[in-house]
């Protein structure tokens, strides 16, 4: 793997190798903050209430997006037909029938949906669940349409919190110290990435590391000293709300550390990135005094310039709207959530009127000056592969993984900007050669 290059105008493009980590030591302990927890059996019934509601109203919504659909394929032959008697008789039978039938769709689903929420809330102990869904399930619903989740106060709604073993941490010096009792100076928050939970920095932990359950925060608790912290969060609302959220977070996290505090390092997987570099610039603006212990902003596959998919998502929603038949489907697919749709220019602040590709809100980023950046791409293929260039890690093109920060903010501590051929984007949450490349950005 090639050394990170202090000029992020040429970064080198290196070959993916699994030897160029130092071999994994059999005594690391595996981190216990991704792993799952029983939970109270209440939080594991509003859960399951959670989603039986989000089911009724996706079943409600099909329903709606069909009707539709049905409404526009049948008025073209009726239109056509306009001029022959009786055309316009057998037109409203067929949508009073089209009408009902959707109708009575809807209100089966809510009325069986409404039965089983109220079984099971009066159910007792009897019916409540004795395990929680499964933490990256949430995490993908969440992702999808968490600020539908949030909007309708659903049961899976969730602040944004650090976690440790398996619960929530709160955020006061007892509770740090008892969480962490050989807790370093060194704090560093793991931010994941659209869709998921913490518990995907343990993706591939068998095939990188040969055993399960390690992730590089454990492993860079061994080789750099860190105290490895991991964030749950909505994935699904705005990038500036989480940003926002994740710098009220950082605060109170600087504060209330257990010992004297040397610096803080954040590690951001995809769009992850993003709400690390939105909590930094909304912390910056607001002259937050935890700004000012920040050493290592990392990004890995992070989309700072767009999402290729989400911008062809955007895309499609415009085509399919201009045509009546398929209007239905693009207003479906524009149901996505705000997260996702920030992923198109990779909006990490407010937007504004004006802000377009070329324009976007995050021109007037506010960045750390005593921190050091850094931007990690993976490209898929080897080195120079035509694969690569075209889709990057699949989901993140290089151009937007790695973007020109030295050439319009020569201010910025000297970070690093690295390609990885052959390291595509889910990859990238595990990989020997990430690791190495971590290791040395977090170097003294």
């Known amino acids: 793997m090639s050394k990170p290059d202090a000029d992020p105008r040429e970064p080198p493009e290196s070959s993916s190798r699994a030897a160029s980590a130092s071999p994994i030591s059999p005594t690391i302990a595996a981190p216990s903050s991704p792993a799952a927890a029983p939970g109270d059996p209440a939080e594991s019934l509003a859960e399951l209430r959670g989603v039986l509601r989000l089911a009724g109203a996706g079943i409600a919504a099909a329903a709606t997006v069909t009707e539709d659909m049905h409404r526009a394929i049948a008025s073209k032959p009726f239109r056509l037909l306009a001029h022959v008697p009786a055309v316009d008789v057998a037109r409203r039978i067929h949508d009073g029938v089209r009408g009902g039938v959707y109708a009575c769709v809807r209100g089966v689903s809510r009325g069986v949906f409404a039965v089983v929420d109220g079984v099971l809330a009066h159910g007792g102990d009897v019916l409540r669940p004795r395990t929680r869904l499964p933490g990256p399930l949430v995490g993908l619903l969440q992702g999808v349409v968490g600020d539908h989740i949030a909007r309708e106060r659903n049961p899976l709604a969730s602040t944004m919190q650090l976690r440790h073993a398996g619960r929530p941490l709160a955020l006061t010096r007892e509770a740090l110290a008892a969480a962490f009792p050989d807790a370093g100076p060194r704090p560093t928050v793991l931010v994941h990435g659209l869709a998921a939970d913490e518990s995907c920095w343990q993706l591939g932990s068998n095939k990188a590391w040969g055993r399960p359950g390690l992730d590089y925060g454990s492993l860079l608790a061994e080789r750099r000293g860190v105290t490895p912290l ?215």
């Open 230 to 444: 991991y964030l749950r969060y909505n994935s699904g609302l705005h990038i500036a709300d989480n940003g926002r959220a994740l710098a009220a977070l950082l605060a109170e996290l600087t504060l209330a550390w257990p010992v004297p505090l040397q610096h803080l390092n954040l590690i951001g997987h995809s769009m992850g990135g993003l709400v690390v570099r939105s909590a930094c610039h909304h912390g910056q603006l607001a002259q937050a005094p935890w700004t000012r212990q920040v050493r290592d902003v990392v990004c890995l596959g992070a989309p700072q310039r767009g999402a290729v998919l989400e911008q062809f998502g955007a895309s499609a929603v415009g085509a399919l709207a201009c045509f009546d038949v398929t209007a239905p489907i693009a207003r479906a697919i524009d149901a996505r959530s705000a997260g996702i749709k920030d992923l198109r220019h990779g909006t990490i602040a407010d937007a504004t009127a004006d802000a377009t590709a070329a324009s976007p809100a995050h021109a007037s980023e506010q960045w750390l000056p005593g921190a050091r950046y850094h931007d990690l791409a993976g490209t898929l293929g080897g080195p120079g592969h035509p694969l690569g260039w075209a889709l990057g890690d699949g989901l993140v093109r290089p151009s937007s993984a790695t973007p020109e920060r030295g050439r319009t903010r020569p201010e910025l501590a000297p970070g690093s900007t690295t390609r990885l051929a052959g390291v595509g984007h889910l990859a990238m949450l595990s990989h020997p050669d990430v690791l190495a490349w971590l290791e040395a950005a977090l170097a003294d």
